[in-house]
């Protein structure tokens, strides 16, 4: 009887009672020589071209064995098992070194005690009995075609997901277009979708010269560009055509009109509801894909959830979501601070202007910004510390001491600081290195007050800027009163009561306003203070001024960047709001262009921001901010 070929690289992977089947009807092996175990044992050639296919069913026949009971296996296996277990361990190396680049399936099944490293991983799923792959089996022949394994997923291989199934489809309304003109390339990677009733809604706004007529413009023509030259738009344009780095994602319209059928209950004929259409239409059709509606509309998204459609907000210029983690500019040190800091401290002093400066390290330098306000409560006696962050270098901070304008000797236009934040902002107001403040505060906090004075004084008193301009959002509380007669001034005076008002509290004030403030009269001050509309700003360029934005929490984060960017050389610009008073239209305090610049301009060099918290206008308006 013939013998059969000794173990090799390929019969190592054999079970041992196949081996011993082999052995004893080395015929009937001959004769299968379409099955690829047989193909690998015949052949002598192990090179790359007849190893390769072999050695990918054999790997993956192997994740399918199952051992043998030791009640059912016959002794004649047995022994074939203990003899073939010396030859197989000296070639477990090989045999790693040659499945190491097949790419197999997940082992299922516990291997047998002879097993070789490459079967050994075990499973805990339901074992499968072993079989031989054969040509007639589609799987087997193809190594590709591997049943799924029913093992547990791993971390690694659950974070890996299909880029499509991780990609959105954004359905946008009206408001949200009018809103941002820039929306279309706020979504990275995902994809947008534009109703046909979105653009009709868009075209009816198109007229005017408000703020929402010259956005729904500016959406108008950068579609226009994006659709110019851009072949079948039902197969989606992409969003980088404009040069846009941010977005990554194709911009679809709607193109068939007649497949949307209409929400059972709503009006057909209203826009709201045919867009809540072609969602649920989008949701059934695209069902690889992930629908959402945006609408900055309240009750749009609230009937999208009613209907079980996906539906946020627009959340790309909104800096935070509750308005107790706005940057407030002031941090309180602990009292520990000095011991944990002291290693390695240096402190100096200016002689011209009393300031001294601590170049300090340790862990809490890390968390700090540029211009924030650092204090230290007094213990036992000791003297307040009030200082400000200069400069920051990893875990190092410079920190500047402050100038105590609560004193009555450092009164500006006869104004001294009457608590903390007060002094922290007449710093910030009348450093000439900082060129934006931002004064967050409630009714009665003085900011208005603080502001005006620290104007009149580098106006009038220092000479460091010419003129003080004012202007605010002409947003009513109430109802509109119509038009107003008289030039621009006259037509801005209603809106500028709270400047008069300060202003006769500073004109009192004129025996300790120094030598301009003593001459000053109310047509000297009127002559440096103009009162400009924010209709008009475009296109301007303030040089050497003071520019004073009074509530501003009512501007949207364009209009607030419209009026940052009329800044020439020499302007210091101030914003004053308070982000619990907005009136306007679909503008919350996550989404105030107040909030929006505080949190972008801070640790900037030459900006600064404080939250004045205590009010100082009066004993009944403390009360009444505190109970109502």
Known sequence: MPLPTPPSKLGNLLPPDEYKAKAATPARSAAKKQTVVGESAESADYGRANVATPMAHAANAATTLRPVPASSASPVASASAEQAAPARGRKSKQTAALLQPVPAARPQAEPAASATPAATPAAKSQPVVARAPSAKDPAASTPAAVAPSTRGTSKKRGASTDPLEMQKLFVLDTNVLMHDPSCLFRFEEHDVYLPMMTLEELDNHKKGMSEVARNARQVSRTLDALVANAGNISDGISLARLGSREASGRLYFQTKLNAIEPVEGLPEGKADNQILGVVRALQRDRMDRQVVLVSKDINMRIKAHALGLPAEDYFNDQVLEDSDLLYSGIRALPQDFWTKHAKGMESWQDTKTGTTYYRVTGPLCASMLVNEFVYLEPQNGEPAFHALVRELNGKTALLQTLRDYGHHKNNVWGITARNREQNFALNLLMNPEIDFVTLLGQAGTGKTLVALAAGLAQVLDD?????????????????????????????????????????????????????????????????????????????????????????????????????VTRAGPGTKIICLGNIAQIDTPYLTEGSSGLTYVVDRFKGWAHSGHVTLARGERSRLADYASEIL
């Open 463 to 563: 000479k460091r800027y010419n003129e003080i301009i004012v202007t605010r959002a002409t947003v009513p509380v109430g109802e509109d009163i119509g038009f107003l007669p008289g030039t621009e001034e006259e037509k801005m005076q209603p809106w500028m009561g709270a400047f008069d008002d300060n202003l006769e509290v500073l004109q009192k004030t004129d025996d300790a306003a120094g030598e301009w403030g003593r001459a000053a009269t109310q047509e000297l001050i009127r002559s440096r203070l103009k009162v400009k509309s924010m209709n008009f700003m475009r296109g301007r360029t303030f040089v050497d001024k003071y520019l004073i934005i009074d509530e501003a929490q009512n501007l949207t984060p364009k209009q607030m960047k419209t009026l």
